[in-house]
């Protein structure tokens, strides 16, 4: 029952982000990209800040200048920005493909800056994954469109804020995380909205929009954390992927989109090659575990 109710909170945050990006999607034809991730940091900050302050947790300490914080917290700045500017420019169903690289990516972090062990296999995965990436976006080609390349930089920053939370001290909840990395979005928000320039005073139909996005991203966040807290994550977290499946329908549905062979190949690719480095880490992960139980319960090895 464990699994189940994680499956169902999973794929409950993934239909949420989602619906959350096509909200998004549809306020930047007539509101600067800029001005949606001020307001919408603003008011995530808002709420989780609410929660966190409820529980008796300090948001304004030293603990912000804590490297590993800084880079989180730039992470998730850098990655937003782009990845919202992605979205404002390119197909939602082309972005939702692209991000489904993000396991491969903290997969191969974790080797290369936190000495993670990644064996051959896994590294084959990867590199078949980023094939697939490759395929989607198809770069020299009359199908290229720029707005690829600012998925995969905003995969980059989501990947350096996942790797940051994953040496995080046990002493950060997981709400006064959630308040700092929505802030952060708000002087990305201001960059861009330097560049850009112009305002827009919404309407009760923008109000109404960016409501909803926050509401569906706060609740995605929240199932999200709930779901990785309950049963196998090795049979929880493959059910990420289900944002893809959402994101083909809500981008035929609201936009019309239609993708490809070239991109449902290459999605297919990543995904299937995101699932075996998941399987893999899983397995590899309780074969360690039961190697240790052997050990501990061993009286000779004490």
């Known amino acids: 029952m464990e699994n189940i109710r994680g499956i169902a909170l999973m794929t409950a945050a993934m239909f949420g982000f989602a619906i959350e990006d096509a909200l998004v999607k549809t306020l930047s034809v007539t509101m600067p990209v800029g001005q949606i991730l001020i307001l919408l940091g603003l008011g995530g900050a808002l709420i989780f800040g609410g929660i966190a302050w409820a529980q008796g947790t300090k948001l304004?300490?030293?603990?912000?200048?804590?490297?590993?914080?800084?880079?989180?917290?730039?992470?998730?700045?850098f990655g937003t920005m782009a990845f919202v500017s992605a979205l404002a420019l390119s197909p939602m169903s082309l972005v939702a493909a692209i991000v489904q690289a993000m396991p491969l990516m903290v997969t191969m972090g974790a080797a290369?800056?936190?000495?993670?062990?990644?064996?051959?296999?896994?590294?084959?995965?990867?590199i078949i994954g980023?094939?697939?990436?490759?395929?989607i976006i198809r770069p020299g080609t009359a199908e290229f469109d720029i707005g690829a390349v600012l998925a995969l930089l905003g995969v980059t920053g989501l990947t350096a804020r996942d790797l940051a939370t994953r040496v995080m001290p046990a002493k950060y909840?997981?709400?006064?995380?959630?308040?700092?990395?929505?802030?952060?979005?708000?002087?990305?928000?201001?960059?861009?909205?330097?560049?850009?320039?112009?305002?827009?005073?919404?309407?009760?139909?923008?109000v109404i929009r960016l409501a909803a996005a926050l509401l569906a991203g706060v609740m995605g966040y929240y199932a999200l954390t709930l779901s990785m807290r309950m049963g196998d994550i090795s049979v929880i977290t493959p059910f990420r992927y289900s944002r893809l499946l959402f994101a083909l329908i809500l981008g035929a549905i609201v936009f019309g989109e239609r993708p490809d062979a070239y991109m449902l190949t290459g999605s297919a690719i990543v995904i299937a090659?995101?699932?075996?480095t998941l399987i893999r880490e899983a397995r590899l992960a309780r074969a360690a575990q039961q190697a240790q139980s052997t050990l501990s319960s061993d009286p000779t090895s004490r």
């Open 173 to 206: 909840s997981s709400m006064q995380l959630s308040c700092y990395g929505f802030f952060a979005v708000v002087p990305a928000g201001l960059l861009l909205w330097a560049f850009s320039g112009g305002a827009f005073a919404p309407q009760s139909p923008e």
């Open 112 to 126: 290369l800056f936190l000495g993670a062990p990644v064996g051959w296999r896994r590294w084959s995965a990867i």
């Open 130 to 135: 980023f094939i697939g990436v490759l395929i």
């Open 273 to 276: 090659a995101g699932l075996y």
């Open 60 to 77: 304004i300490t030293r603990d912000l200048l804590d490297p590993l914080m800084l880079t989180r917290n730039l992470g998730e700045m």
